[in-house]
């Protein structure tokens, strides 16, 4: 069946410039989390969304990041003014609930280079 | 506080030999438990996950992992070790009294297979 699926799976942009980043949540999963792996590093977590509630925000590392989720399917999520430390593969996950005992489900993500 | 521990960034061993990865994690509450495998380039995919039924748990590709709430660790273990498990592994904890945001990941483990 269809997993999770982002976009691009590569970008290279110029510093300053403006990005935007596309996740297709496995359909009916409720939650989605966005997380940034710099090289050889683990996961650090971005935002989280759980159906219409808030997002959980408190892992963005500054205003110049935000993402947007229409209802219960597709996200984005935006970098502007781009700096060479946001290089790094964004990971995208979603899960059927916030429910602590179901799984997560991963894309491949999106591997951004900033020039 | 939730939090994981996985003992080692650096796991080497010799193809047919045992694998033993350490995870080690804390919480207020009865936890859910993963350990995902993530090949380069590639999303994370869930090898095995505990949800408070047996605890021994046994996942894909012939990893199983126990979970010893008197340890509070939950490592994860294949009797004979494949040049295809080389990959990044990575302990996640779940637990309700995590807020919005209720899964922590440890900083993973790199498994190099020496043939």
Redesign the interface.
């Known amino acids: 069946g269809a997993g999770v699926s982002q976009s691009p799976s590569n970008k290279v942009t110029e510093k300053g410039k403006d990005v935007e980043l596309r996740c297709d949540p496995i359909s009916g999963h409720t939650a989605l989390y966005w997380y940034r792996q710099r090289l050889g590093q683990g996961l650090e977590f971005l935002i989280y969304f759980q159906g219409n509630s808030a997002p959980d925000k408190s892992g963005l590392p500054s205003d110049r990041f935000s993402a947007e989720r229409t209802g219960e399917s597709v996200s984005t999520l935006t970098i502007q003014r781009t700096q060479q430390e946001d290089s790094a593969v964004y990971l995208c996950a979603s899960r059927p609930g916030g429910g602590d005992n179901q799984p997560q489900h991963f894309g491949d993500g999106t591997r951004l280079s900033i020039l | 506080a939730q939090s994981v521990t996985q003992l080692d960034s650096h796991v080497s061993v010799s193809e047919g030999t045992p694998v033993l990865l350490r995870c080690n994690y804390s919480s207020s509450y009865s936890?859910?438990l993963?350990w995902?495998v993530q090949h380069p380039?590639?999303?994370?995919?869930?090898l095995l996950?505990y949800?408070?039924a047996a605890t021994l748990v046994k996942g894909i590709n012939g990893f199983e992992a126990e979970f010893k709430k008197s340890e509070t660790s939950f490592h994860l273990t294949k009797p004979s070790a494949h040049m295809s498990d080389a990959a990044e592994y990575?302990c996640?904890v779940?637990?309700?009294t995590g807020?919005?945001?209720?899964?922590f990941?440890?900083?993973?483990t790199r498994l190099t297979v020496i043939p």
Do not use: I, R
Not at chain 2, 41 to 46: A, C, D, E, I, P
Not at chain 2, 99 to 103: C, E, T, Y
């Open positions: 936890p859910s993963f995902y380039n590639k999303g994370l995919q869930l996950k949800t408070s990575f996640v779940s637990d309700l807020g919005a945001n209720n899964l990941f440890g900083t993973g």
